[in-house]
């Protein structure tokens, strides 16, 4: 069965440091995959999408890397801050639209 | 200006109850959303309408009906509601839907439903 895994426990990093997330799946094809931020009592906030054919996409202090071989995406935060503190969702696509979200990986930003 | 918004935030209900949550997106997008996310954290798609007409329907109680008067409202009515009905619902929206669109998908803020 298709399946998406991110670290369910929680990332502690200090501030300034960069924060790395992992996302794999399995038994999936993906044509592209998002990244969302999810803060406690809100709704996810799209960050960034990455297409298969693309390796690496950046934004700002944001990073995210699509290995379709490895089935694995990277989300980097470089130079973390306090306020990055969050669950980080990913996606996938299963056509037409239809989102299939990972767990989310609670990232904890300490001063 | 909020894009998309639900109401109510919170509901909490009796078993067997009947209740609705009302969704309305102004951002001109063509598709709505309904999703869940229980417990655990886990959100998972329930429908998804494209110019009001039903595209996703995901394995879902028939007691869920979700209704669309317009493009720019996607309601959600729960009838007899279940203890294990409780869960944050979000309403979304988005661009257009197709087989690759990669478009960017829009949440609403949620409605955390408490079934007692």
């Known amino acids: 069965s298709q399946k998406i895994e991110q670290n369910s426990e929680a990332l502690n990093i200090q501030e300034g440091k960069t924060a790395t997330l992992t996302c794999n799946y399995t038994?999936?094809?993906?044509?592209?995959l998002q990244w969302y931020r999810q803060d406690p009592g809100r709704g996810p906030v799209f960050l960034l999408l990455?297409?298969?054919?693309?390796k690496e996409k950046r934004k700002e202090r944001l990073k995210v890397t699509f290995d379709t071989t490895l089935k694995q995406s990277l989300f980097h935060i470089t130079a973390s801050q306090p306020a990055d503190s969050a669950t980080y969702l990913c996606a996938l696509d299963r056509g037409f639209q239809k989102l299939v979200f990972g767990t989310g990986t609670r990232l904890l930003v300490s001063p | 200006d909020t894009a998309v918004s639900q109401t109510p935030k919170y509901l909490v209900t009796q078993m067997g109850n009947d209740k609705s949550i009302k969704c309305e997106q102004n951002l001109g997008h063509d598709t709505m959303y309904w999703y869940k996310q229980d417990s655990k954290k886990f959100l998972k798609i329930m429908f998804s309408?494209?110019?009001?007409?039903?595209?996703i329907n995901e394995t879902v109680p028939n007691r869920f009906s979700p209704k669309s008067p317009d493009k720019a409202h996607l309601n959600l009515h729960i009838n007899s509601l279940e203890l294990g009905d409780s869960a944050v619902y979000f309403c979304?929206?988005?661009?257009?839907?197709?087989?690759?669109?990669?478009?960017?998908?829009?949440f609403g803020e949620g409605s955390w439903l408490t079934v007692v």
């Open positions: 979304a929206s988005s661009q257009a839907t197709g087989t690759v669109t990669g478009n960017t998908i829009y």
């Open positions: 038994n999936y094809s993906p044509a592209y």
């Open positions: 990455i297409r298969e054919n693309e």
């Open positions: 309408y494209n110019n009001k007409e039903l595209i």
